[in-house]
């Protein structure tokens, strides 16, 4: 019998604290929906919230955002999803997130709202083995292979969940769900694969309703969206009147992040869009048919790791004399070339120095096709990247002055050649660090390696563990030991 059944879902924003207006959010409540789930993590950004722990947003945006979605959650009764807490979904980020989630419901009197948290923290012993079992591989060419030593200098690892462990808890009756590092779309999917509707379509509206409102027009990530998921399709839909959507503004995120035209690969899961269709319906919404899923042969994850790789600094300055502008590349090398002969105590090897100039190709680099079309203002910043943050502060500031004083042929004045918008003009950042995994594991299934944990505040004296004892008030479920981290 084919499920008839329609399901809602709210997404707030496409990060969780990036903000949403109230009045959305609330017409969206006032549609009924079945969830309320909101991505909080990517690797957008990069690896270093990863390696260093910290959180893609500060404390205060988390608490805001979060506050209006559980305390409205509570009253609805519906579950709350939160995918890749704290943004890169490691132990650290999740508990940091749980913190913020433990104030508001002892703020709120909601210490009884049934919460688990669903953990994506890797052991590296478990990746050491199926490295050994030849069940780990590089996610591209661009990725080098995982040796021990990476492994032994990463600083933690985590891996992208999919849907199972969502429904899961789902269907023992979890109503506050924190999820460690997962799969995008996979917490949207999970609510319409626990109500019994196609993978498919799960997956795909997951797939646009995770940025929320930037499949709209105007387009951002600071709106809310509703989904609506049956049997057939799926429904995307604004809940501002400042926003709708079109079919091409749906299709157009559809095909966002993806190296595939119509290809989306997930964990333990092939999503084909080649024959989907976009409908506007006339009030602002999109209806989309035609997705497609099929379950991969072996089931992957996909694992995150970074390493500590070099120490940072940098300055930025700013260039107005179009004879520098210029001849600045040139310039740029000499000034180089002067610092590296000045401490030519110091390993070549052990530095490296970075320019970019923002106005000619900072950002495309020697890819971009104007180079030589030079303006009349560039910005330069420029960075080094050392084995000790002494080095780098060193080697920095010694080409900092020695940019600054160059003397080039034509040059009219010598009180200095780059303008500095800050005082220090010298930054040193700290610890830089880079993907040291960013590979695919081979796993059991899609639950063996995301074990949840009950972290429910005020426990029913009753509740009964699965270790067969009974809990007390209070009484926090301890996770399995997950071994060496």
Known sequence: MRNSRRIKILAPCGILGYGYPRESFLNGMAQKPDAIVVDAGSTDAGPHKLGAGTAIVSRHACKKDLSLMITEGAKAGIPVIIGSAGGSGGKVHVEWTWDIIREILEENGLEEMRTGILWADIPKAVVRERMREGKV????????????????????????????????????GYRLIICGRAYDPSPFAAVAIYHGLPAAYGYHAGKILECAALCAVPGTTKDCMLGEIWEEGFRIMPLSKERRCTSLSVAAHTFYEKDHPYILHGPGTVLNLENCSFEELGDGSVAVTGSRIEETEKYYVKLEGARLAAYRTFVAAGVRDPIFISRIREIEEAAQRQVEAYYSEIPKESYTIHFMNYGIDAVMGELEPLRDELPHEVGILFEVLADSQETADTV??????????YGYEGRKATAGNLAFPFAPSDVSFGAVYEFSVYHLMEVKDG????????????????????DGRRTKPGERKAAEPKGEV
């Open 396 to 405: 920095c500031g010694s080409l900092r002055s020695s940019l600054l004083h």
């Open 447 to 466: 639950q063996e390696m995301f074990p949840l944990e009950d972290v429910t505040i005020r426990q029913q004296p009753d509740a009964v563990r699965e």
């Open 137 to 172: 591989f590089p996610l591209g060419a661009a990725v080098r292979e995982l040796t021990e030593k990476r492994l032994e200098e990463t600083t933690g690892i985590v891996a992208q969940m999919g849907h199972e462990p969502v429904v899961e808890a789902l269907r023992q």
